[in-house]
């Protein structure tokens, strides 16, 4: 989920959560640093708990059953580990699954060029994205140039930017610039 590498392991018995069989973790390891981090565990409880509250069920036969439980959670620091293994000093670098955008339109117009024509074309190539189940966006504010608009998504982690202009469209082409290596 996060392009984070993990390692699963089962805890010793000293770190098994109190009241547990047993307790299986995954720890995100930092290629940078080799540290972990334990990022989600997975508590296996049996019938202890059952018992002690009387938790039942009905089986097949008609007969009551005392309840086999688990306790799970995936926690926040799972979120501080995709930012701190896709973060750089200009914000974050989500990949492309984890990203809540994952594309942003930018429109480069110049001085006496129609902002209009190239909303249209963006329009257009953000509805082949959208069909496709690509999550963007294009960034249609007048009051800010380029370069802010640039850095503004970046900051926020949007995988790819594509870029395009009155020139771009006479060529039929656009820029794209993928986060992860400016």
């Known amino acids: 989920l996060c392009a984070v590498p993990v390692i699963k392991g089962v805890k010793s018995v000293e770190e098994t959560f109190p009241g547990a069989d047993y307790t299986e973790s995954i720890e995100c390891i930092f290629p940078a640093n080799g540290r972990g981090l334990q990022a989600a565990t997975a508590h ?12 039942t069920f009905e089986n097949e036969k008609k007969e009551r059953e005392l309840a086999y439980q688990t306790s799970w959670g995936l926690t926040t620091r799972t979120i501080g580990a995709a930012i701190l293994m896709h973060g750089d000093d200009k914000g974050l670098v989500l990949p492309p699954k984890l990203a809540p955008l994952q594309v942003i339109f930018v429109p480069i117009v110049h001085k006496n060029e129609s902002f209009d024509k190239i909303l249209d074309k963006l329009d257009e190539l953000k509805s082949l994205l959208t069909k496709v189940g690509v999550k963007c966006k294009i960034d249609d504010r007048k009051e800010y140039r380029p370069g ?24 039929s082409e656009v820029k794209i610039v993928r986060r992860d290596n400016f």
């Open 148 to 171: 802010w608009k640039f850095n503004y998504w970046e900051l926020k982690g949007v995988p790819i930017r594509i870029e395009l202009g009155m020139k771009d469209m006479e060529k």
């Open 44 to 55: 296996h409880l049996g019938t202890h708990f059952s018992e002690m509250f009387e938790i």
